[in-house]
């Protein structure tokens, strides 16, 4: 498994920026961000093709963020703008292997970071 390592949330108002940060060591075909929060599945935001930089967005969030990766730094990042309250949940990035990225469904992704949580009041 691919180790992932998350930083980067915090507190912010309504309308505000913050930026996630997802540490990778080891072969990733792709990846993604999902969030959660209590009682609710884990839900995917957008993932991106280590080969290639391709992206995808749900709608919710397309236009408000933006998937990017750093190859040299081993880095994934998540830019998040216009927060809107209900942003606020616990992100956590995903790498996948083998299988596609761009269907954001649990079971695609085989390894996960620890979570990092994101707070828009």
């Known amino acids: 498994h691919v180790q992932l390592v998350e930083s980067g949330g915090g507190s912010v108002q309504p309308g505000g920026s913050l930026s996630l940060y997802c540490a990778t060591s080891?072969?990733?075909?792709?990846m993604a961000w999902f969030r959660q929060v209590p009682g609710r599945e884990r839900e995917g935001d957008a993932s991106?093709?280590?080969?290639?930089?391709?992206?995808y967005y749900i709608d919710s969030v397309k236009g408000r963020f933006t998937i990017s990766q750093d190859h040299a730094k081993h880095t994934r990042y998540l830019q998040m703008d216009s927060l809107k309250p209900e942003d606020t949940a616990m992100y956590y990035c995903?790498?996948?292997?083998?299988?596609?990225?761009?269907?954001?469904?649990?079971?695609?992704?085989?390894?996960w970071g620890q979570g990092t949580q994101v707070t828009v009041s």
């Open positions: 995903a790498a996948s292997t083998y299988r596609t990225c761009r269907r954001l469904l649990i079971g695609d992704f085989d390894s």
């Open positions: 080891g072969y990733t075909k792709c």
């Open positions: 991106i093709h280590s080969n290639g930089d391709s992206t």
